[in-house]
């Protein structure tokens, strides 16, 4: 990221959360943080538990954030830079990550009036060995008709939403049990659907990595095995020794694939606009 791609997603998660921005610059933003948001990116725990024991009230925080080394803001003595790294953006990236692990919207502009419920989640898949690759997928689920779309998430990014869900469709989430039923249904659909793509994907890198590991082996043994020769080694050190070492190398080059869940959604999407998969029978 360099540094006007840092001011806009600062600039978006403040909008996002309701920080308001009170002085705006190129490179440059004045944001007053509201309580919640003071507590994610400052780090003053103490501060906190005392103004919740005595019941005062806190003086809001303003920042003074800067993108460039070089800006001087008039009338502003103490700035902070934000960069890759630095520890404003990385607890604006905290507080984004744990905001955004569950997000409830409703598409508009749609000539169609119906909207359905759609399960969306973004998945890291890592292929891990002695190399590592890590892949970014979509998925949703049609929680109607039970439909998984692979992609879901680059087709709606750019479609219009709103988090004001029209009063039939607050009356379907007021139904808790059923809701959680339906997305825990779905939930497992898409992961009966990864597990499958993966089973019928290519697994030459993990052959490749297993043929490494087995040169890896048999030169940790040879190795081993002059070390037994030597008189001043102590047996049961050396064996020790040995099965740690077997133990950190399988753990290290084994292949093996994990699945991560990031962030799920739920959408309320024209059902016309999105087709996939359907359930097997």
Known sequence: MDKTQIRNYCKRYFAATGTPILREEPDYLQVELPIEIDKELTDR????????????????????????????????????????????????????????????????????GIRVPFLLTSLKISYIADRRKDEIRSYGINLRSNQVVRDL????????????????????????EILAASLQTGWQRIQDVVMQEIQEGDHAWAAEAMERLAQEIEQLEAYYQSLALNEEET???????????????????????????LHFGLLYLDPTQFTGTSART
Do not use: H
Not at 82 to 111: H, M, N, P, W, Y
Not at 155 to 167: A, F, K, N
Not at 238 to 255: I, M
């Open 45 to 112: 725990p103490y501060y906190w538990m005392w103004i919740e024991a005595t019941g005062e009230t806190p003086k809001p925080t303003v920042l003074n954030l800067i993108f460039d080394s070089n800006v001087q803001v008039d009338g502003v003595d103490r700035t902070e830079l934000v960069t890759l790294g630095s520890f404003r953006l990385e607890k604006i990236f905290a507080s984004a990550t744990r905001r955004g692990q569950f997000v409830c919207q409703f598409q508009t502009g749609s000539t169609v």
């Open 235 to 261: 047996p049961s050190m050396l064996a020790a020794e040995r099965e740690l070492r077997f133990a950190e190398l399988k753990w290290r080059c084994k292949p093996r694939i994990q699945i991560q869940p």
């Open 153 to 176: 998430y680059e087709q709606v990014c750019t479609l219009p939403m709103t988090s004001q869900l029209p009063v039939p469709y607050t009356e379907q989430l007021a139904n808790k």
